[in-house]
């Protein structure tokens, strides 16, 4: 019961969406031969201004590090300062954007970047920028800094924008994880339901499978109260964020520890070889199974300590999340499909409220569930009013929820530079209806159905993510996986047992099928003891 509770404390965090972002690219080279050339990241409104596509035709500028100034006002500029027809940094300061462009724009200046040590945000309106005609963004810092001691003193640089690929391949991959992840979980789920059926007609089989049971059933009743703890967990740690978000990575790496061991353990235990086993406090344990709890809590705290090595960090947190959803699709079993519509339902309710409907009620107007996903903007400083949001410093990493599938973009685009550079699937996409998959699975096996509800809901799950990448690639924004998986799987099994004449059984479920079970089993044993009696006679 407590991986049960720990799997439950890490389940509420179901669908991060990703967050779109205004992103840009500086192109910066040097003046050695051959040149040396990086890219960084910029951020920019593009309610402001519109950068080119590419580098082509685009002619560069010379770049003049004034970042001991402000220019607040044209005071602030030195009469002997050229910066005509040049590119101009200056550091943050006091005053808006719009100050630092017209007085810029009043010297001759080409391009005006503002370096900030924080993120940004502002309150500007278009109507503020109409006589601002040059381009004005974001750059870190740091990036500043890094610039000159790569490239020299003397840069060049050149603002531009690339279209986001229609696709990236990255998806393939997420869509591989997913689909794989649901339909393992969903056959491991029918593999313990078999070995329960085999314990019921067992006397001995049925004490050693009550020993080993891990087992979690949600009945209805069940159902409702954890949704309800989803969304009081939300609004908590939109609030608390700073706070709850150790929790929450505490959490994951106790709970993905132990599934990565349950995992892995099942697999080791259908080895022959080496079972040696050592005594200790009137029990016995093989000593494998010592080294590889080990291994899985080393895994974990590994991960802890470097989870925002972005490199490869990314790794372990797929390895420990697959396992945690194989875990939990395992583990929590749903009685029937009446609580599956039921779970699969408000979890829709909650993600669309909560993706599409706060952001008319919170006072930002943007989506609760967007801000716990992208994190509080801690860094950020919102009382300058400028619609632009830079990244913090790297010196001081931004701490993300660790619910997520992580796969690097595969095309480069800006967001690969500025914070991105992965595409995200939340573990509530893979969990809530891998359940359904496993039901289906299990009563499968209850009604030897040669796995036809099983195989269905695993088609309709692919389907359903299908769907959901062709509406982000339509949309050029995050989407609720939820809102596309939950009608296909649902509607999938419904049909199915509609057409096979099953569906009082489908949605009655396991108990109903069990019931029948345990008296033909009772039937079976009374009427062997009955002829026993009759032969003794």
Known sequence: MRRAGLLWAALWALLLPRVNAQEGILHASGNGIPPLTKDYCIRYNRSWISLPNTLDNVASSSLENLTSKVFCSNSEVPSTLVIKDKAVVVMKGNCSFMDKARTAQSHGAKILLIASKTGLSSSDTKTDVQNVTIPVALVSYNDIMDMQQALGARINVTLYSPSLPEFDYSMVVIFLIAVLTVALGGYWSGVSELEDLKAVASPEDRETRRKKEENVTFTPLTVIIFVVICCAMLLLLYFFYKWLVYVIISVFCLASAMSLYNCLSALIRKLSFGQCRISCC?????????????????????????????????????ILGVAFCLNFIKTLKMPNFKSCVILLGLLLLYDVFFVFITPFITKNGESIMIEVAAGPFGNSEKNDGNLVEGPAERSAPHEKLPVVIRVPRLEYSALTLCGMPFSLLGFGDIIVPGLLVAYCRRFDIQTRSSSVYYVSCNIAYAVGMVLTFVVLALMKMGQPALLYLVPCTLITSS?????????????????????????????????????????EQ
């Open 282 to 318: 009137n029990k016995s344990i093989e000593v494998r199974l010592i080294f590889l709890a080990g291994f899985c809590i080393a895994t974990a705290v590994v991960w802890a300590v470097f989870r925002n090595e972005d490199r490869w960090a990314w790794i372990l947190q797929d």
């Open 495 to 535: 049909l199915v047992a509609w057409r096979r004449k099953e569906m009082k059984k489908f949605w009655q479920g396991s108990s109903y099928q069990m019931m029948e079970h345990l008296d033909y089993t009772a039937n079976e044993e009374s009427t062997t003891t009955v002829n026993e009696q009759s032969g």
